[in-house]
């Protein structure tokens, strides 16, 4: 033990750098640790190097470092024997463990013995060493930075995000709350936290609430996949009772570059699963991976209704619907994909030409019972009931379908002088009768819907032409200038020279 004296002397904790014992038998490893370190030197002092666990021991015998850096496989007396030993007589001295890939097992028995951190060798980064051993030393008081804000972002950035190979997400939804639960006062957070904190100590890194879901998300740090699953079994284990009565999810693993928030949003999303799978009590992402939806054609879904087959397009939509359960998705996505289709659907009859007045008006009452049905089987109840609503109003204004007629002649013939009167005449009906009917099913009369036409194509014109408000006049089927003024404004609160005006500075139709 002489020569540790000589080389280095009983040091202690005198001083005030962080002093770091090495012990490594592959020489390469020491100089490059000692490489690194030495670049730090006003942080940290090597107060010496060792190549087995045996000289360690001898070593700490006559001096004390703040932090030891260790291999984890050596000869003589290997890592994890040292540590064990460290442990029990110097528990004060924080460690970091060097290892090679081949050497989890080791690593996992490691950390029963207080390891501070664990460092691949062949993935040895100095900016990584000099944080980890930076952190250690602050957290000794050993170490005070010249930069007091810089340094507490840095260890903000250490413990939340850097210093792990992995992180995964632990999420849960305190509101929803599973049938059978007995004491719902005792199923708190500060419940959860604790478990949390004694089965993954100091690999539970955080937690957070995403307010507009009330969802609760814990960060978990860890080296490997093994060491989370060890913890999280711990977790199952003591919580059983509790952890039963909630909703759970478990994300699969992220890396560092990740966005952590971005990914609990997206699990905050899935507690919904239970809309469509009610047996399981959590769902674990790291076997079933983040769900996606199936492709659902619409439009196959809106030819059928355009074909009068509205009854089996919700059949397709059932179909849809029923091939999701089991499924891990959610239901709020599920219902939007409904609510679009729906009213990708709808609107294509009204470019089409071909959507009853009816059917507009009942979009509203269709969307919502969408939106507020609480289970699988009652969205599929709501759509089966909304197409067949569907196909009931269309097939009426099939057979009724003079109406239709008379808005495609409108379309075709509206810058003709066209009448209800020659209207009456070319459809053999009489007046008054023709008035009555068109307004019935269109909600409108007849000089006003093609009023409607001709403002529309005035609007294009104006946009696109250099034709004279007169000109479009005629172009239109009005033969009084003024009166078409007045017909434009009323319809658009613009008079045609103040809307071409506003529709060239915006370069577009308005």
């Known amino acids: ?170 999420a849960i939804q305190p509101g929803k709350i599973l049938q059978g639960a007995t004491n719902k006062q005792e199923l708190t957070i500060g419940h959860m936290e604790e478990l949390m904190k004694e089965a993954f100590g100091r690999f539970y890194l955080d937690s957070f609430m995403l307010k507009k879901s009330q969802v609760y998300i814990y960060t978990i740090g860890c080296f490997y996949p093994e060491m989370f699953e060890e913890k999280l079994h711990k977790m199952m284990a003591d919580g059983i009772d509790y952890l039963r009565n909630i909703e759970m999810i478990i994300s699969p693993p992220y890396g560092k570059g990740d966005s952590l928030e971005a990914e609990a949003q997206k699990l905050s999303e899935l507690f919904s699963c239970r809309f469509f799978d009610s047996r399981k009590d959590y769902l674990d992402l790291r076997e079933t991976g983040l769900p996606q939806l199936p492709a659902l054609d619409q439009k196959t879904v809106c030819d059928l209704v355009r074909q009068q087959k509205a009854g089996t397009a919700g059949a397709v939509l059932v179909n849809y619907l029923n091939s999701l359960r089991g499924m891990a998705v959610g239901e709020v996505s599920v219902k939007k994909l409904m609510e679009s289709t729906l009213y990708n659907t709808i609107f294509e009859l009204n470019e089409n030409e071909f959507c009853p007045p009816q059917l507009e008006e009942r979009k509203l009452s269709f969307l919502t019972s969408i939106g507020t049905t609480d289970s699988l089987d009652g969205l599929i109840d709501a759509i089966t009931a909304i197409y067949q609503e569907i196909e009931q109003i269309t097939e009426e204004a099939r057979g009724n379908g003079l109406y239709l007629r008379i808005t495609e002649y409108l379309y075709l013939h509206y810058s003709e002088p066209v009448t209800l009167k020659t209207l009456a005449a070319d459809f053999n009906m009489n007046y008054s009768y023709l008035s009555s009917y068109f307004s019935s099913h269109m909600g409108q009369g007849i000089n006003e819907f093609l009023n409607s036409i001709r403002v529309e194509k005035a609007k294009e014109l104006l946009s696109s032409s250099e034709l004279s408000l007169s000109e479009i006049a005629q172009e239109i089927g009005y033969t009084d200038q003024s009166y078409f003024g007045k017909v434009f404004k009323k319809q658009t609160g613009y008079s045609p020279h103040t809307y071409r005006n506003r529709a060239k500075r915006r370069g577009e139709t308005l």
């Open 1 to 170: 033990m002489g020569k540790y004296r000589e080389e280095y002397g009983n040091m202690g904790y005198e001083g005030d750098k962080c002093k770091i014992l090495i012990v490594e038998d592959e020489l390469l490893v020491r100089k490059a640790l000692r490489y690194i370190i030495e670049q730090e030197g006003d942080e940290f002092e090597i107060i010496g190097e060792v190549t087995n666990g045996e000289e360690a021991l001898d070593f700490l015998e006559q001096s004390l470092p703040h932090m030891m850096i260790c291999d984890i496989m050596m000869p003589r007396m290997n890592g994890l024997e040292l540590l064990h030993t460290v442990n029990l007589k110097y528990p004060e001295v924080s460690t970091i463990i060097l290892s090679g890939y081949q050497d989890f097992e080791y690593v996992k028995s490691a950390f029963k013995y207080g390891v501070f951190d664990y460092i691949l060798k062949p993935e040895l980064e100095s900016d990584y060493l000099l944080k980890a051993l930076r952190h250690i030393g602050r957290k000794k008081g050993v170490i005070h930075a010249k930069d007091p804000g810089k340094a507490g972002k840095e260890e903000e950035s250490w413990e939340t995000s850097d210093g792990y190979a992995s992180y995964y997400l632990i």
